[in-house]
């Protein structure tokens, strides 16, 4: 473990620990070089020696640092400081998606819809990447405090590419994919049945599963029945229920194909939350942590899940095993679904030795049987031959029926029906589609349309969103569906907020109907809580509600410097002193002293060792030797020099009086006003008091204070002469 104040690779300070998983800590840092803070991710100790485990921990970097989305926790920096393997990370403040959930219960429909959509953008990125996450779960998705969503941790994601073959199954138990549990392929369907799971426990505050055990979840995930969301709430849309139901098929093939498909269905149930368009193919700890289960845990899962297949298999399909010769338990000679040999190397569900990338595997590792017949799905085939055979039946009638003239009722002196123009049917549904595939479907149907383009705050550009013809209904003779096609956001342009006060510049962004997100920098030339800069760019063109981040400046950096002890020393070594340590010399008066000498400083006004804000100034008292023995007192004469300058840049001004005090009796040197418009009084030369005493004082009054404003620079000098 770190200890705060550490720094790796002369540049991220350890601030403290925010996190800890099975091979990494998470420290927040500062990164000195960009003045900013991130997270650090560095592998534990006991694995930094271990060549897999630092080869994982580099994959995940260049897995992760080649995705950039506003949904993706981004990946700034990896390196290695003598033996600690970090990764540089985006520092989120918030917290995760299951802390949210636990805080707040189920969520409302809209927002589990707009966390949803948030969620799977960022995921579509990833598998457009060929990085598949394989470990999706509401602990590693950050709620960020301006409500934008980040997935995080891409430790077990590795880059997927056309030809990858299986890998060890790796995920969180209650939200792991079939698939994964059974220690076979994952692939993109498999981070869209976690993200299922996901959205199921977003809207009922539960995730489908519980068991004792792993194994018992696990074996649940492959073979138990899920309660459909709404029967817990009957307010969740049935849209939404539907899309979460086909994101948690068992079969990766029933579910949706690509994140991209998912998002779309996914608007149509914002757009739409009681459309029927979706084509269908108890509280868990806080910490669900990604698992490394054992083989035995393993073969268990196997072991049962076979059994419990034939088990459930309908009698006549176990007789024709048996007879076939194909046993009715696992067999180590046999890796098909019905039969798989659970010691086999290709089931090991191992989450922490990853193949080599030249071991080929088998790419079905489903036990459950493939021939086995849904209940359902064999009554839905049932019904729908009856329709199928009573809609021939139909259309041979009303071919007949033409033949022999049944029909020609209705038409004009003059006209048949074949020479009338018929409506007919629109048989498609575009909406959600993006338009080339919608206008390959319309023309495919022989369906005349047209197209209008509207602007959309919520559909994405070249999506249809709607249709003035639903399916089924007859579009009249001579009639072209019309169909609305989404021009994006309307664009508006970025204002130049650079230079702006913070509050100016949200006032400004949020006019033009743009979302603002802050960042914070030291700047020693913009004013503090002024804006620096902005991404994007001033007068650029962008849709409404594009995110602009602005950096908003926090003034130069405050920076202390230790008072140095300037007794003893000379008025010109006590003002080199204070110079080196970026401090100014104050006042300088004299006194009379037994035991310093001459010209050398009594005392300062700050003692040595405090620590003031650099630029402070420091006001010393010269010594002028022992004081008179004579028993008739002496009178002194004072002669003044110096000058009072204004060095701000705004528009403040001071009435400044110089004056020496004596007791409760002062005298006034030179008085005067500093300001921009009359930078500088000067103490006239000559300027002299007489009659005075040794112990005087010379005192500077700005405004009638004695404080010294930062922004004026003061050199004011008294020398006493005896009589």
């Given amino acids: 473990m770190l200890k705060p104040g550490m720094m790796l690779g002369d540049r991220y300070e350890i601030i403290e620990l925010v996190g800890s998983g099975g091979m990494s800590e998470v420290y927040k840092a500062k990164d000195h070089k960009l003045n900013r803070y991130v997270a650090v991710k560095v592998l534990k100790h006991e694995f930094s020696d271990d060549r897999n485990f630092v080869s994982k921990f580099r994959v995940e970097a260049q897995s992760a640092a080649g995705l950039a989305h506003p949904n993706i926790v981004n990946v700034y920096d990896v390196g290695e400081d003598e033996g600690i393997y970090y990764i540089v990370m985006e520092f ?63 430790g077990i994601a590795r880059a997927a590419t056309s030809n990858t073959v299986a890998s060890n199954a790796m995920g969180s138990v209650h939200y792991v994919s079939p698939e994964q549990a059974r220690g076979g392929y994952s692939d993109e369907k498999s981070d869209i049945y976690s993200l299922g799971i996901t959205m199921y426990e977003m809207v009922t505050g539960r995730v489908p599963f519980e068991g004792d055990n792993n194994v018992t979840v696990a074996l649940m995930h492959i073979q138990g029945e899920m309660i459909p969301p709404r029967e817990y709430y009957p307010d969740i849309p049935a849209s939404f229920e539907k899309v979460i139901l086909k994101c948690t098929q068992k079969k990766p093939e029933r579910r949706y194909l690509t994140a991209s498909a998912l998002i779309a269905d996914l608007r149509r149930v914002a757009t739409n939350p009681n459309g029927d368009f979706v084509v269908m193919g108890a509280n868990t700890a806080n910490d669900a942590p990604t698992v490394m289960m054992s083989d035995a845990e393993m073969s268990t899962i196997k072991e049962t899940a076979a ?153 994405e550009a070249d999506i249809v969103i709607s249709q003035d013809y639903k399916k089924g209904d007859m579009i009249p003779a001579g009639t072209a569906v019309k169909i609305i096609v989404s021009a994006g956001k309307e664009e508006v342009s970025v204002p130049n907020v650079v230079g702006y006060e913070v509050s100016q510049a949200e006032t400004m962004l949020n006019d033009a109907e743009l979302t603002i997100t802050h960042s914070y920098e030291y700047s020693d030339e913009v004013e503090k809580d002024h804006v620096i800069s902005q991404d994007p760019v001033g007068t650029q063109m962008v849709a409404k509600g594009t995110r602009v981040t602005i950096v908003v400046s926090n003034g130069a950096e405050v920076k202390e410097a230790e008072v140095p002890d300037l007794r003893g020393k000379t008025q010109q070594e006590a003002s080199a002193e204070l110079q080196n340590r970026k401090l100014e010399l104050g006042q300088v008066s004299e006194a009379s002293s037994d035991t310093v000498e001459v010209g050398k400083v009594i005392s300062q006004s700050t003692s040595a060792g405090t620590k003031v804000l650099e630029g402070s100034s420091v006001d010393i008292t010269i010594s002028t030797g022992p004081a008179p023995t004579s028993e008739s007192p002496k009178t ?72 010294k404003p930062d922004d004026v620079n003061q050199s004011v000098n008294v020398q006493l002469a005896e009589e």
């Fill in 636 to 707: 002194y004469s004072a002669t003044f020099t110096g000058s009072i300058t204004y060095a701000g840049s705004g528009d403040s001004s001071y009435n400044v009086e110089v004056r020496y005090v004596i007791g409760d009796s002062s005298r006034t040197v030179v008085s005067g006003n500093v300001s921009a418009q009359n930078q500088t009084l000067s103490i006239p030369n000559g300027t002299t008091l007489s009659g005075l005493s040794s112990q005087g004082t010379l005192q500077v009054l700005y405004n009638g204070s004695t404080t």
């Fill in 307 to 459: 059994q419990k297949s034939m088990e459930a298999a309908p009698e006549e399909t176990r007789d024709r095993r048996a007879v076939s010769g194909v046993s009715s338990t696992p067999s180590a000679s046999s890796t098909t679904d019905e039969d798989f040999d659970p010691d086999d190397e290709d089931y090991n569900y191992d989450y922490e030795d990853e193949d080599d990338e030249d071991e080929e595997q088998e790419e079905d590792y489903s036990p459950v049987p493939e021939d086995e017949i849904d209940p359902k799905l064999q009554k839905i085939v049932i019904v729908g031959g009856i329709v199928a055979a009573v809609i021939i039946a139909m259309f041979v009638m009303l071919f007949v029926g033409q033949a022999a003239g049944w029909f020609r009722f209705g038409n004009k002196p003059g006209n048949t029906a074949d020479e009338e123009e018929e409506a007919i049917e629109m048989s498609v549904d575009v909406v959600g589609l993006n338009i080339e595939s919608a206008e390959d479907m319309l023309k495919k149907a022989e369906i005349p349309y047209t197209l209008e383009h509207e602007n959309s705050d919520t559909i």
């Fill in 92 to 154: 989120v403040e918030g917290i995760t998606l299951k802390e949210y959930i636990m805080n707040n219960g189920r969520l409302s429909a809209e927002q589990a819809l707009d966390f949803a959509l948030q969620i799977a953008s960022g995921i579509e990125v990833a598998h457009q990447n060929h990085t598949i996450h394989r470990d999706i779960k509401p602990q590693n998705i950050i709620v960020s405090r301006n409500g934008t969503l980040k997935v995080t941790d891409f």
